[in-house]
């Protein structure tokens, strides 16, 4: 049984560009979990996702971050417009219930 | 305000020796807390999770304490390893609906040597 993907692993993008980060979560694991952790700082909750449904998104920035965990395919956390300040590592946790959560590898985010 | 605390100093210790690392926090109903490890470049691991009417965790080498007067959880790696070094990061999660998302400290770096 794989572990949660994560992709790309590093992305590059020009203030104003759009990044997209994608998320597979473990085979059976209907919970997603966004995560950012910024530069010196500790890992802070963004959104919580189940199959097509966002079930909490009170971490996340009002204004241009968007995610979604489709039927079929990977979660995508979008970010239109990046600036400096979203440069970070992106962390993705599925879950098979609402206890333990298991992290993909990141996505290490430059904005230059 | 709700805060988690994780001693910010590095800890250093000898092969052999036990590690113990400290998670307080303040401003919270924790329904269970638990522990990753966090290697440079990766994503964290899970390593134990304990509810707020247990006592005491073991998973090998690992236990944890969790002290809900006391507000705080502490976390001991017996028989240190080189390769137990590493951020340790505790995380809780309140008593809320709304699914299990978690509440990190700021994390201990562990240093093991020879």
């Known amino acids: 049984n794989a572990g949660v993907m994560q992709n790309p692993r590093h992305l590059v993008r020009r203030r104003g560009q759009e990044a997209r980060l994608r998320c597979s979560p473990m085979?059976?694991?209907?919970?997603v979990y966004w995560y950012r952790q910024l530069p010196e700082e500790g890992l802070k909750f963004m959104v919580y996702?189940?199959?097509?449904?966002?079930?909490?998104e009170s971490g996340m920035p009002k204004e241009r971050f968007s995610a979604e965990f489709p039927k079929e395919g990977p979660s995508i956390l979008r970010i239109q417009q990046v600036v400096r300040g979203d440069s970070a590592a992106y962390f993705c946790?599925?879950?098979?219930?609402?206890?333990?959560?298991?992290f993909g590898p990141g996505t290490r985010l430059l904005v230059l | 305000s709700q805060k988690i605390e994780q001693n910010s100093e590095a800890l250093n210790i000898q092969e052999g020796k036990t590690a113990t690392l400290t998670c307080n926090y303040t401003?919270?109903?924790?329904?269970?807390l638990q522990w990753y490890r966090q290697d440079p470049g990766r994503g964290p691991v899970f390593l134990l999770l304990?509810?707020?009417?247990?006592k005491e965790k073991r998973k090998e080498r690992l236990k944890v304490t969790f002290d809900t007067t006391l507000k705080q959880s502490l976390f001991h790696i017996t028989a240190s390893q080189p390769a137990d070094s590493a951020t340790y990061l505790c995380?809780?999660?309140?008593?809320?609906?709304?699914?299990?998302?978690?509440?990190f400290g700021t994390g201990t770096q562990l240093k093991v040597e020879l």
């Open positions: 946790a599925s879950s098979p219930s609402l206890e333990t959560q298991y």
């Open positions: 085979k059976g694991h209907s919970h």
């Open positions: 996702l189940q199959k097509e449904n966002i079930i909490d």
């Open positions: 401003n919270y109903s924790p329904a269970y």
């Open positions: 304990i509810r707020e009417n247990e």
């Open positions: 995380a809780l999660v309140p008593f809320t609906g709304g699914g299990n998302k978690l509440t």
